[in-house]
């Protein structure tokens, strides 16, 4: 069965330190691999779109990484903020179905003064 | 532009009550989906249209109808609302998800849905 995912399940932090969030999927062959960000009570957002070519997309302080050999991809925050506060979320796109992304559970990010 | 919107924000039903969860975007895009999110879950499919006229069921269908007689709409019907519903719904929109592309994709800012 396809799956993806996502650790650490919650993470705190402090303002201004960095992080890196994990996503292992079983997914293949896949299209893409996405990574949004949703605050609490808001829709997600799309931060980066990797196609299965690509090693990494950077969007500002977030850059994603991935390794189709490993099944791997992560995403680093640099020099957090306290709007980074929320949750991460990891979604791989199936090559054969590609109209049903697949969700990871997500990240919930705190970043602490 | 507006982007996606959904109406409404908030919703009480009773179990059997039917209603209607209301999508719209003003993107042109030919992609639309539904999602249900659930605590500790993933967000999951429950119908998507790939255009006008065009529906599909997703990993969730169950319970819900959808239809696409516009670009712009895509309502969700709930038949005969379960306690097992209670869930927060997100509608989406892309310009296509064919494979190969990597087109972004938009999320309204979702409806919150209790049963009772």
């Known amino acids: 069965k396809n799956q993806v995912e996502q650790s650490p399940q919650s993470l705190i932090i402090l303002e201004g330190k960095n992080c890196t969030l994990q996503c292992n999927y079983t997914v293949s062959p896949f299209s893409n691999l996405r990574w949004y960000k949703q605050d609490t009570g808001r829709g997600p957002v799309s931060l980066t779109i990797m196609t299965f070519s690509e090693n990494t997309k950077s969007n500002g302080r977030y850059t994603a990484t991935l390794d189709a050999d490993t099944k791997q991809s992560s995403l680093h925050i640099t020099a957090s903020q306290l709007s980074d506060s929320a949750s991460y979320i990891c979604?791989?796109?199936?090559?054969?179905?590609?109209?049903?992304?697949?969700f990871g559970s997500g990240t919930r990010l705190l970043v602490r003064p | 532009n507006a982007g996606v919107t959904q109406t409404p924000k908030f919703q009480v039903l009773k179990t059997g009550q039917s209603m209607t969860l209301q999508c719209a975007q003003d993107m042109n895009h030919e992609y639309m989906s539904w999602y249900r999110q659930d605590p500790g879950m993933g967000l999951r499919l429950i119908h998507y249209?790939?255009?006008?006229?065009?529906?599909d069921q997703g990993e969730v269908p169950n319970g819900y109808n959808v239809s696409r007689s516009t670009t712009e709409d895509f309502p969700l019907r709930l038949l005969s609302a379960a306690p097992s519903q209670t869930s927060v719904y997100f509608c989406a929109s892309s310009y296509s998800m064919m494979g190969g592309d990597s087109y972004e994709q938009y999320f309204g800012p979702g409806t919150r849905l209790t049963v009772t």
């Open positions: 979604v791989v796109s199936p090559m054969d179905s590609s109209y049903k992304l697949i």
């Open positions: 249209s790939v255009g006008a006229g065009i529906t």
